[in-house]
Nanobody
Framework: QVQLVESGGGLVQAGGSLRLSCVVS????????MGWYRQAPGKQRELVAD???????NYADSVKGRFTISRDNAKNTVYLQMNTLKAEDTAVYYC????????????WGQGTQVTVSS
């Protein structure tokens, strides 16, 4: 029932920008922490940014000052604004909803590819 759908990925040159969107259906997001993760070829999935239900944000050191996570609870959507993109940002980006169903549980999107050319 719960589904997360990412969009906005694509091919961009180094120094360019993209905005990723994650639309959640089947569950409201207002009371949940949300996050963006990425996985590059040959590497483990890593946290990019997350945002609490209260709006507090956290970023990986590698993206601080360049990426911004935000949420629009009315639209049940989370965004990741990515500026000054670098080749090392190339990865599949995944959206995550952190829920509690008796215990901690995560819902994940299918991912969207971001490719930054140099």
């Amino acid at each position: 029932q719960v589904q997360l759908v990412e969009s906005g990925g694509g091919l961009v040159q180094a120094g360019g920008s993209l905005r990723l969107s994650c639309v959640v259906s089947g569950r409201g997001i207002s009371r949940s922490a949300m996050g963006w993760y990425r996985q590059a070829p040959g590497k483990q999935r890593e946290l990019v940014a997350d945002i609490t239900s209260g709006g507090s944000t956290n970023y990986a050191d590698s993206v601080k000052g360049r990426f911004t996570i935000s949420r629009d609870n009315a639209k049940n959507t989370v965004y990741l604004q990515m500026n000054t993109l670098k080749a090392e940002d190339t990865a599949v980006y995944y959206c995550r909803l952190l829920a509690y169903v008796g215990s901690e549980y995560s819902y994940w999107g299918q991912g969207t590819q971001v490719t930054v050319s140099s």
